[in-house]
């Protein structure tokens, strides 16, 4: 059993063709379907259905297929640590975000992060942070940037404060509480909100403060992307409450304090088990005494 015969099976797993599998192994497809008969062969049971049209996994290439891919992630993860011995960094860097980082500049310090190690493979996820939370606790995510209330902690990995942002209301420009110097939660009580989907952790800031307050409000939409909630606060649809530097992205809305408003707090998260040599340096570059500013 060869590693080339792991990973060309694991591609027609991915791409259920046997055809598109050889172009992302840049490999002849008739010498790919060949490897995987010698593989199906050793080791004495089919792995995929084949038709002319379809390629399914079988029972026994569903049981082979997690194995597989983890022998494939040992093997490139022996030749970076390899690397990492003699100062050169090389293999993956998988980094998760929610859309409403404010308090450091990604794409700047991956931008840093390339030009000192070229040699990483660099993926970029945008999701939840109760869920990318999950994923760098279980290994699927080498670091996150996420977003929580106050006193919010996720288990399971390494955390980093990098800011905390005092949520601001988002307002409609002829609101009528645009044109004052500070709201509370009250003056917001009897609006319609526009905020992220119930039970995230973007939501959770906002429902936890009026629900402390002892107030109830109303979110008539609930949507994942803050630009689309900026703008549905500028067609006067809704109000929302979202930090500063994030309704500065609209120059439709006008944005208030709230004297009693919700903060929410950025970290950077990781796994402190076994982390590989790219997240190290990933670390090793934001904890730089030398880094510059990097939120923008």
């Given at each position: 059993m060869?590693?080339?015969?792991?990973r060309?099976?694991?591609a027609?797993a991915?791409?259920?063709?046997?055809t598109?599998?050889?172009a992302?192994?840049?490999?002849?497809q008739?010498?790919?379907?060949?490897?995987?008969?010698?593989?199906?062969?050793?080791?004495?049971?089919a792995?995929?259905?084949r038709?002319?049209?379809?390629?399914?996994?079988?029972?026994?290439?569903?049981?082979?297929?997690?194995?597989?891919?983890q022998?494939?992630?040992?093997?490139?993860?022996?030749?970076?640590?390899?690397?990492?011995?003699?100062g050169?960094?090389?293999?993956?860097?998988a980094?998760?975000?929610?859309?409403?980082?404010?308090?450091?500049?990604?794409?700047?310090?991956l931008?840093?992060?390339?030009e000192?190690?070229?040699q990483?493979?660099?993926?970029?996820?945008?999701?939840?942070?109760d869920?990318?939370?999950r994923?760098?606790a279980?290994?699927?995510?080498?670091?996150a940037?996420?977003?929580?209330?106050?006193?919010?902690r996720?288990?399971?990995?390494?955390?980093?404060?990098?800011?905390?942002?005092a949520?601001?209301?988002?307002?409609?420009?002829?609101?009528g509480?645009?044109?004052?110097?500070?709201?509370?939660?009250?003056?917001?009580?009897?609006?319609?909100?526009?905020?992220?989907p119930?039970d995230?952790?973007?939501?959770a800031?906002?429902?936890?403060?009026?629900?402390?307050?002892?107030?109830?409000?109303?979110?008539?939409?609930?949507v994942?992307?803050p630009?689309?909630?900026l703008?549905?606060?500028?067609?006067g649809?809704?109000?929302?409450?979202?930090?500063e530097?994030?309704?500065?992205?609209?120059r439709?809305?006008?944005t208030?304090?709230v004297?009693?408003?919700?903060?929410?707090?950025?970290y950077?998260?990781?796994?402190?088990?076994?982390p590989?040599p790219?997240t190290?340096?990933?670390l090793?570059l934001?904890e730089?005494?030398?880094?510059?500013?990097?939120?923008?």
């Amino acid at each position: 059993m060869e590693l080339r015969q792991l990973r060309y099976a694991v591609a027609v797993a991915d791409t259920r063709s046997f055809t598109r599998a050889a172009a992302q192994c840049y490999v002849a497809q008739s010498a790919l379907s060949q490897q995987v008969k010698n593989l199906e062969r050793e080791l004495g049971v089919a792995l995929f259905a084949r038709t002319s049209r379809r390629v399914e996994l079988t029972p026994a290439g569903h049981a082979f297929l997690p194995a597989a891919r983890q022998c494939l992630e040992a093997a490139e993860r022996a030749v970076t640590d390899a690397a990492a011995a003699v100062g050169e960094v090389r293999g993956r860097l998988a980094v998760g975000m929610i859309p409403t980082v404010v308090a450091l500049d990604l794409p700047a310090v991956l931008q840093r992060f390339r030009e000192h190690h070229p040699q990483v493979r660099v993926s970029l996820r945008v999701g939840s942070s109760d869920v990318m939370a999950r994923e760098v606790a279980a290994g699927g995510l080498d670091v996150a940037l996420l977003g929580l209330r106050e006193g919010v902690r996720p288990r399971g990995v390494e955390l980093r404060e990098l800011g905390r942002q005092a949520l601001v209301a988002v307002l409609p420009p002829d609101h009528g509480l645009a044109g004052r110097k500070r709201v509370w939660l009250r003056d917001l009580a009897g609006e319609v909100f526009a905020d992220f989907p119930a039970d995230s952790s973007g939501r959770a800031q906002s429902d936890h403060a009026f629900a402390a307050a002892g107030l109830e409000r109303e979110v008539a939409y609930e949507v994942s992307s803050p630009e689309l909630m900026l703008g549905l606060v500028g067609q006067g649809l809704a109000v929302a409450l979202l930090a500063e530097e994030i309704a500065a992205r609209s120059r439709a809305v006008r944005t208030v304090p709230v004297g009693d408003g919700p903060v929410r707090v950025e970290y950077l998260a990781w796994s402190g088990f076994n982390p590989s040599p790219a997240t190290r340096a990933f670390l090793a570059l934001l904890e730089a005494p030398s880094a510059p500013d990097l939120t923008g």
